[in-house]
């Protein structure tokens, strides 16, 4: 069964499109560096979460001044499951951490280079009543746009004419 397109999917892609496809990537390389398939990382929420896995959840919007200019800045929260023994759980997001850092520090999304806020431990819902250990990294990923969406430069030949 195909789910119908969402209105505004067929728009280009904005610069949250593009931050979410590189903390994707990174996730995916976190799980093959750790033994395990690049496909334990998703996109997005997936509709039945598996463990271990990983996925890039909705970003927050926020101001990121910087000494020069007040920058735009989106932090994407990137949630990692863990499964097994209290201590196999623990084990692996140490694990989670060190090389999760490491890839997500040192991502570089278009010009901006990404950076690790917070890296720790939560409890998540993952089906209503139902938590599981976890991680959640968030990471800033900087914009330094005045809009979030790509703008035509030039209009098209027969407008404006009249």
């Known amino acids: 069964m195909t789910t119908p397109p969402m209105p505004g999917e067929n728009l280009p892609p904005t610069k949250l499109d593009d931050a979410r496809e590189q903390l994707y990537l990174a996730a995916s390389r976190v799980w093959v560096a750790l033994g395990w398939p690049a496909d334990r990382a998703f996109p997005y929420p997936p509709r039945q979460v598996l463990t271990p896995s990983a996925w890039v959840d909705v970003p927050t919007l926020h101001l990121a001044p910087t000494e020069r200019a007040r920058a735009m800045a989106a932090t994407f929260p990137i ?51 139902s938590f599981v250990r976890g991680l959640a990294i968030r990471v800033q990923i900087p914009l330094a746009v005045q809009t979030l969406c790509p703008q035509k430069l030039a209009r098209d030949d027969d407008e404006g004419t009249g």
């Open 79 to 129: 949630v990692f499951l863990t499964d097994g023994s209290q201590e196999q759980q623990v084990k692996l997001q140490d694990r989670l951490l060190a090389h999760a850092w490491d890839q997500l520090d040192n991502l570089t999304v278009g010009q901006h280079r990404a950076t690790v806020q917070s890296a720790g431990p939560e409890d998540l819902e993952v089906v209503p009543g």
